[in-house]
């Protein structure tokens, strides 16, 4: 049983047991969303929990536990929605929550056009290891915050390309991860 907790404790964005095809369709709707937001220059902030838990900044926003879709994603940063301002939060394949507050890096930002949205991406980067996806809404520019360095001007092959890495590395992770938790089990219980 504890093992079984164990394993089950550390669940991802893209968990290998949903297999290629449930990702690859969860990626082409996280990119439909945000090639729609980038094109109508609707503000956005995605935050892609990997391993650190993030439930402290769920719960400052609206749970929502919804299917991934392009469509819902796009209706939760629509202008004057209650969630605009905020944050979307997606865990274990699914949306947690929207209208998360982060925390603000601390850090200067020697780029004066970098808005709240740039600088809680950073904020939650530099404090976790998610992967946060910023759309600016003055320009539509899409962005990419990820241990606390910021990268800009993402087109959407980049993107694409980061997040289909993003998988493999998670994929390789919970395989490490898998193999860790029985070795330990097995060690502890057999010692």
Known sequence: RRFLERLGSSGNLFTPLLGETKSTSLIKQLLKAIDQLSKEKIG???????????????????????????????????????????????????????????????????DRRLGTRHRAAIGLSELTDAVIIIISEETGIISLAEKGDLTRYLTKENLESRLFNLYQEDNIANKSNIKNVIKSFFFKKYK
Not at 88 to 101: D, F, Y
């Open 44 to 110: 956005a902030l995605i935050v892609i929990e990997i391993s650190a838990n993030l439930s402290e900044y769920i719960e400052s926003g609206v749970p929502i536990s919804g299917t991934i879709s392009s469509d819902l994603l796009i209706n939760l940063f629509w202008p004057n929605s209650p969630t605009h301002d905020g944050a979307v939060i997606l865990r274990e394949n699914k949306i947690a929550a929207a209208g998360c507050l982060l925390p603000l890096t601390e850090t200067p930002l020697t």
